[in-house]
T-cell receptor
Framework: KAGVTQTPRYLIKTRGQQVTLSCSPI?????VSWYQQTPGQGLQFLFE???????NKGNFPGRFSGRQFSNSRSEMNVSTLELGDSALYLC???FGPGTGGLTDTQYFGPGTRLTVL | AQSVTQPDIHITVSEGASLELRCNYS??????LFWYVQSPGQGLQLLLK??????LVQGIKGFEAEFKRSQSSFNLRKPSVHWSDAAEYFC???????????FGTGTQLKVEL
């Protein structure tokens, strides 16, 4: 079974631009989460989607947004890019939404390396 | 709020030696615990997880971890390290009711030949 795929793998943008990153989950998985990884802040949760609905959101400004499509693929968008947005953006997929007091196992993609100049 | 502490930023071991990476969590109820490994420029690969039941869990690549509720710990162990184990290791906690994970700061493992 194919793993989580993320496109593009590398991206260079300039300050003020916007960017869209894409994530395709493992076949049959319906939950997608996004994380930002930086040397200074480590791995931080951005948001989680299940059945096209955002279920959880981390502590990031409104410039960071996401969505999920009916085929479970997800995109995240960052508007008005800042230098500090340079990071590895990781997508993770899981089978279920982690309801009923559960946390489902998450499988990560290779990430998109975003560089903001 | 939940938190995860990995006290060791860097660890160096000789190939063939045993390994233990420490992880302490802070959460009031029973946590969902994970260990992931990340090679340079790569995503995170799941090594093992603890949800409930037997407190000693086995994972891939010969790794195991033991959940100790009394110590709020979930340490990762391997009896004999291989040079290919050099990577960064992350401990993470999920608190149920969603798939959000809180990660520790990671431990960078170096293996000396």
């Amino acid at each position: 079974k194919a793993g989580v795929t993320q496109t593009p793998r590398y991206l260079i943008k300039t300050r003020g631009q916007q960017v869209t990153l894409s994530c395709s989950p493992i076949s049959g998985h319906r939950s997608v989460s996004w994380y930002q990884q930086t040397p200074g802040q480590g791995l931080q949760f951005l948001f989680e989607y299940f059945s096209e609905t955002q279920r959880n959101k981390g502590n990031f400004p409104g410039r960071f947004s996401g969505r999920q499509f009916s085929n479970s693929r997800s995109e995240m968008n960052v508007s008005t890019l800042e230098l500090g947005d340079s990071a590895l953006y990781l997508c993770a997929s899981s089978f279920g939404p982690g309801t009923g007091g559960l946390t489902d196992t998450q499988y990560f993609g290779p990430g998109t390396r975003l560089t903001v100049l | 709020a939940q938190s995860v502490t990995q006290p060791d930023i860097h660890i160096t071991v000789s190939e063939g030696a045993s390994l233990e990476l420490r992880c302490n969590y802070s959460y009031g109820a029973t946590p969902y615990l994970f260990w992931y490994v990340q090679s340079p420029g790569q995503g995170l690969q799941l090594l093992l997880k603890y949800f409930s039941g037997d407190t000693l869990v086995q994972g891939i690549k010969g790794f195991e971890a033991e959940f100790k509720r009394s110590q709020s710990s979930f340490n990762l162990r391997k009896p004999s390290v291989h040079w290919s184990d050099a990577a960064e290791y992350f401990c993470a906690v999920g608190t149920g009711g969603g798939n959000k994970l809180t990660f520790g700061t990671g431990t960078q493992l170096k293996v000396e030949l």
